[in-house]
Nanobody
Framework: VQLQASGGELVQAGGSLRLSCVAS????????MAWFRQPPGKEREFVAT????????NYADSVKGRFSISRDNAKNTVYLQMNSLKPEDTAVYFC???????????????WGQGTLVTVSS
């Protein structure tokens, strides 16, 4: 599966943004999906996962209550709704696909190219 992330832009602190990740191919519904992010000068970190059917989600503590992951299998798309954004949310955001949800990036074989989110204070 090939992934294409989009939606990143410059936003003020306290604002909202929705990222999208569109997958190619007919097997999207078989994959659990995840969002990771890589802040400037730092390592890539886990943000959120969602199961293939959308029933199960998991979030990093740093985004819990502010971010929401969802998916539309009919559109081959996974979303990340980000609210109450903070400057520390500034990062390149990546979507990833795996048969099993995991918070570890090495468990994901398929990655999108990343989209930059910049939150100004």
């Amino acid at each position: 599966v090939q992934l294409q992330a989009s939606g990143g832009e410059l936003v003020q602190a306290g604002g909202s943004l929705r990222l999208s990740c569109v997958a190619s191919g007919r097997t999207f519904g078989s994959y659990d999906m995840a969002w990771f992010r890589q802040p400037p000068g730092k390592e890539r970190e886990f943000v959120a996962t969602i199961s293939w059917n959308g029933y199960n989600t998991n979030y990093a503590d740093s985004v819990k209550g502010r971010f929401s992951i969802s998916r539309d299998n009919a559109k081959n798309t996974v979303y990340l709704q980000m609210n109450s954004l903070k400057p520390e949310d500034t990062a390149v955001y990546f979507c990833a696909a795996s048969y099993y949800s995991d918070t570890r990036m090495e468990k994901y074989r398929h990655w999108g190219q990343g989209t930059l989110v910049t939150v100004s204070s």
